[in-house]
């Protein structure tokens, strides 16, 4: 057994459950039956038809424009796609985008047609059986809904007409295997309040099956590593989309988020377990088998967007298992699905402390040790930009802000936001990643054919300090609006908080918001799509992703991307939008080369995926701006 931190992995390891019993089948070559297409959330699909040979030749086939902005993934079963707008639930012909049946949900009273809805992130499809009709499982708040997949019309047997309350809501997709549905819990970021918890329900039914404690209470394992602030605790919930199934061991591994407040732990002292971990429990009973944190105590809204795509990879000559994990830390670990060691090898290390009165800062934080973070993970005054790099606007308005904040502290990895007492001067830190991190929901795809890992990483910051907050004083929004000198964090996570970044022309209006795009002032690229070799654990290389259209020609390619990921084919063929530019993009697996570009009517901040239609013709497709958008190969 390889060597760990009692820290990473639980010391109480589980034997893989047997495989279960009428399993489900393999998931058919020409569909995409999950958000990430298979249980093993791999985005890969094993259609060639659409290769590196021909992809210069793709061409839009269709386009579905659905009245609502949202990142959701389609789901494709057998040339049916199934995706949610809004209110609605919609399945379409994906050979052309027809209607094929609309579910649409009431809208309460006074909200004018905004706010509520069904998720926007897609559906979770149950196949059934031969007794059993297929089924479409929905979340709208708080409530689950079941559709018959042929009809759209409600499961009678399923709760209360085809809804079931399931107490705290969930903004995700229900992770549907055999009989079991997981979701999340949509539990924002407060720090006293409802249970961040997973749960699982009856596909059939709607009877709840179990729950998963994310903050043990006392008494339990793990309890002590709270101290006293597993008490009412609200966040450190599973806010990622969709769980990963190993559907031969019968095993979930959830993603759970890191703690609430933010930026502020001392109410919570101690390594905060099951914090900002990947959890595997068992598929059917919710029973604890291993966890590994990849985050100590998180200070930075690290978070756990997903668990990371379950595929076999072969190290030192042996053939295993494995979740590749990395999220907005920008670090990669390689899991070994059966117990949860890194099968390459991780360091605890020493990390920076604060100063802040009350705070506890965990002494070391788990690290890679043969890959290095795919994001900027530190900066000094040497890093920012210069005229010859953006613009001389922007470059002296990065420079003029630097200066406004008093030099920006950095130490490297988990820097702690700095203290700044009452009356005392102005002087932020700077977190890389920070704000949305490196690696953010849209998470990475593997090949299971290579054991090759696509991820979008960007270069992100956060600058601040922590502060008390004085008394009477209004709650922050991440889209407040002021000017540099005031950015601030706070202890009880009020406050705005603002990224290293300036305008392209230098310019503010009187309220000190940008005039014009803003773009980061360290070096870039600010964005890349990369690919790691999780086999040996090295990059394997990397590209910017995405332009700066503002910039002057032979600056623009910084890499300018969101949160969105990549989907690997066997056609050799990495394809993803994601990018702030409304394109796009398809890249050559191995070289990184890229092969096709097209140009979308708006961003496309979803997932990309691939199926083929009733008619034998693979598709791709992704939803950009409101639009569903197809493209296949001339006739």
Known sequence: ????????????????????????????????????????????????????????????????????????????????????????????DADTGTEIWVHEEPRPEGEGGFGGGVSGRGVGYWPGDSATPARVLVMAGKKMIALDAASGALVEGFGEGGYIDVGVGYGGTPTIYKDVAIIGAATLESPQGDPGNPRAFNVRTGAKLWEFDTTPDAGKPFSETWGDGWKGRGGTNMWGFMATIDAEAGVAYLPIAGPAHNYYGGDRPGANVFGNSVVAVDLETGTYKWHFQTVHHDLWDIDMSHAGPLFPVTVDGKKEMVLANVGKSSNFFVLDA????????????????????????????????????????????????????????????????WDAAGGYINWGPFTPFNYRAEGSPVRSTIQLPGGIGGVNWGGPAADPETGIVYVNALDTSLVGWVEKVPEGSKPYSFDAAVA????????????????????????????????????????????????????????KWAVPLGLYEELPEGRQLQGNAGSAGPSVTAGGLVFIGATNDRRFRAFDAETGTQLWEAQLRGNANANPMTYRGRGGKQFVAINAGGTIVAYSLPN
Not at 340 to 353: F, K, L, N
């Open 338 to 401: 059966q117990d949860g060691h890194p099968v390459h090898p991780v360091e605890e290390r020493p990390v920076p402390a604060g100063e802040v009165p009350g705070e506890y800062y965990h002494p070391t934080q788990p690290f890679p040790v043969k890959t290095p973070p795919l994001s900027r993970v530190r900066m000094d005054y040497q890093d920012i930009v210069t005229a010859q790099d953006t613009t001389p606007e922007h470059a002296a308005a990065c420079r003029k802000m």
């Open 484 to 539: 540099p000198e005031y950015d601030r964090a706070s202890v009880d996570g009020k406050g705005p908080f603002f990224s290293f970044s300036a305008p392209v022309n230098g310019e503010y209006d009187e309220q000190g918001r940008p005039v014009g795009a803003s773009i980061p002032c360290y070096k870039g690229p600010w964005a890349r799509l990369t690919a790691v070799d999780a086999n040996t654990g090295e990059i």
């Open 1 to 92: 057994m390889r060597a760990v931190s009692s820290l990473g992995v639980a010391a109480i390891l589980a034997l893989a459950a047997p495989a279960l019993a009428d399993s489900q089948p393999e998931i058919p070559a020409g569909d995409w039956r999950t958000i990430n297409r298979d249980y093993a959330a791999t985005r890969y699909s094993p259609l060639d038809e659409i290769n590196k040979g021909n992809v210069a030749e793709l061409r839009e086939a269709w386009s579905y424009p659905f009245r609502s902005f949202n990142s959701a993934v389609p789901v494709v079963v057998d040339g049916t796609m199934f995706i949610t707008a809004g209110f609605r639930v919609v399945a379409l």
